[in-house]
């Protein structure tokens, strides 16, 4: 018993172990992916802000912020729009002629006919909508409720993307004022795209559309009043940031870099935005970068910048940042009771001698078998290499240009896709092969012609045995049987009795095949000149792994499942494969299936 207590003790001891280790390999990974991940988007819109200057960041990109930093202080986005053009003198005459008429005279008629010249007058979109905004007014107040609709629903249509000194859509003013006149199909119409017309809207334009929005019918209006939501919380959020960032300017520009040549990372806001100084060029000036922690984390991962009993500081390059984990992540097991690892330490003990006999029986199938699988990764990894290197050949001539004409490209395009099905039988008959271990291989069975079967599996191996400089020679007893199986599988029986022909045929370079009836079966042969197999060695060619090593045999690679995985075939279908081999004189195996309703 001291020794289970022992053990108890030193296994809750490595557990804990264990756990902690756990937890600082895991901290060391998310901050090694999340640098990579980081330092990738840096670079990324550092060359669009070289190359495409002021263009819209993607919705999907986890970059959710780039702000330039002007005298130590944020340019807030809505703030960097570009200053409307000053009015023309004809259109500001008029524009001024129709308010005073409006507001000092009370003369509305008068100042709808000032407001039409200003229209006529106006170049700019500034100019014709504020003089769109300001005749529905003046129609409204002069009574002729129809224009002053048609005008303001003009104005919704033209106005959405244009804003007034104040950053507020003009669309804006025209909308609340059809939505009195109970035009709610039209502003809604405009209301639920607004939101994703401009990314950083002024927080006035901001409100004053989610005000627009909770006028409407809720089920109209909820999915984008959501998306205001969120984007109000955006934008006071950068308000939040630029207020900080003006108390305490010294704050990012001492977070900016911890090392040499390392960029450094501010955590700001309840789920934190990653906000660092990036400099386009070393003459530019420096822009604020903020990044979405939510969109780069791992699922599960959580970053805060207050850190709370279960957060870990996420460490070198990440200020302020800490790491939540997800409950149970790295939980230390619970210890098992002594009497428990008493009992198995008897059970143990007492099973000992007869589990030694049973090794010691069982050592050398095993020492065998891991021969035998450490052969066929070994055969595998090479035919996987085959295949890869010279996809990766071909390719990479093409991507240098380097094919020296059109005919020579379409070649190199036929081997890469004659190179990728080879590796994709391979892979196919790796996976069937574990399927078939797993004993969760099902076949389709329909009725299916075997010309047709044999002709598929000829045109698949057609371009790869032109290659080689084979010749392959299809015939027929002419009586086209029908039989139930499933058609892939047998097809890649064929071609695996193929591929082990071209890989054993030495010298020679034709390989026949002959389908028909015979004796109440389907049968299909192939046929080699090669190297043949010797009398001794055809009773264990079906086993999996197997492989018959001679000198012949010594250069040719394969995993050793081909010719197993066409006898389970065959075997599924209460069939049968046989083989007729003369060594140095080539081989036969023949693949017969029993039709229906003859057998």
């Keep these: 018993m001291l020794l289970a207590f022992r053990v108890v003790r030193q296994e809750h001891e490595l557990a804990e172990r264990r756990a902690a280790e756990e937890r600082r390999d895991a901290l060391d990974q998310l901050r090694r992916e999340l640098t990579a991940r980081l330092q990738a988007l840096r670079l990324e819109e550092v060359n669009r802000l070289i190359g495409e200057s002021g263009t819209r960041l993607p919705p999907e990109s986890p970059i959710v912020l780039v702000a330039p930093m002007a005298q130590d202080h944020m340019v807030l986005p809505w703030e960097a729009l570009p200053t409307p053009a000053a009015a023309s003198i004809a259109f500001a005459r008029r524009q001024q002629e129709g308010e005073s008429l409006e507001f000092e005279r009370d003369d509305a008629p008068a100042a709808v006919a000032a407001y039409r010249h200003a229209l006529d007058a106006a170049h700019t979109p500034q100019e014709q909508c504020a003089a769109r905004v300001a005749l529905g007014r003046g129609q409204l107040k002069a009574g002729a409720i129809a224009d002053a609709d048609a005008a303001d629903r003009v104005t919704l249509q033209a106005c959405g993307n244009v804003v007034d000194p104040e950053g507020l859509p003009f669309a804006l003013y025209a909308a609340e004022r059809l939505l009195e006149h109970g035009e709610q199909d039209a502003v809604a119409e405009y209301a639920v795209h607004a939101e994703g017309r401009r990314q950083w809207p002024s927080p006035a334009a901001a409100y004053a559309l989610q005000s627009l929005l909770r006028r409407l019918p809720r089920p109209v209006a909820d999915e984008a009043l959501r998306r205001v939501s969120d984007q109000i919380r955006r934008v006071e959020q950068v308000a939040a940031l630029a207020r900080e960032l003006r108390d305490h300017p010294g704050t990012l520009q001492r977070a900016s870099r911890t090392a040499p040549g390392d960029l450094s990372w501010m955590g700001y806001g309840d789920e934190p935005w990653l906000v660092t100084l990036v400099s386009p060029t070393s003459f530019a000036a420096p822009v604020v970068m903020a990044v979405s922690s939510r969109r780069i984390v791992p699922k599960g991962v959580t970053l805060r910048v207050t850190p709370t009993a279960a957060a870990v500081p996420l460490g070198d390059g990440f200020v302020n940042l800490h790491v939540t984990w997800p409950p149970g992540r790295f939980t230390t097991p619970t210890a098992v009771p002594a009497f428990v690892y008493g009992s198995i330490l008897s059970v143990v003990l007492g099973a000992v001698l007869l589990a030694g006999y049973l090794v010691l029986r069982d050592v050398h199938r095993e020492t065998e078998t891991a021969e035998l699988r450490s052969h066929f990764v070994a055969s595998v990894s ?56 797993q004993g969760r291989k099902t076949y389709q069975m329909r009725v299916a012609r075997l010309d047709e079967i044999v002709r598929s599996a000829a045109r698949t191996m057609e371009y790869p045995l032109s290659q080689l400089g084979f010749t392959l020679a299809v015939s027929s007893d002419g009586s ?84 197993a995985l066409a006898r389970h075939v065959a075997e599924a279908h209460r069939g049968r494969i046989a083989v007729v081999s003369d060594l140095g004189r080539g081989s036969t195996f023949s693949l017969c299936i029993p039709l229906e309703g003859r057998s």
């Design 480 to 563: 086209e049987p029908q039989l139930l199986g499933d058609p892939e599988a047998l097809t890649q029986a064929i071609l695996n009795l193929l591929s082990n022909a071209v890989k054993y045929s030495g010298e020679a370079r034709r390989i026949e095949m002959r389908m028909g009836v015979r004796d109440n079966e389907a049968f299909v042969d192939v046929t080699d000149h090669g190297i043949g197999i010797a009398a001794d060695d055809q009773s264990r060619i079906f086993e999996r792994f197997h492989r018959v090593q001679s000198v012949a045999t010594s250069g040719v690679a394969g995993a050793g499942l081909g010719l």
């Design 382 to 437: 090479h035919e996987l290499k085959t295949p890869l290197t010279s996809i990766r050949a071909h390719a990479e001539t093409l991507l240098m240009g380097r094919s020296p004409g059109a005919a020579t490209t379409s070649e190199y395009l036929r081997t890469i896709v004659s190179e990728s099905e080879r590796l994709g039988r391979l892979v196919d008959s790796v996976l069937e092969f574990s399927r078939i271990e």
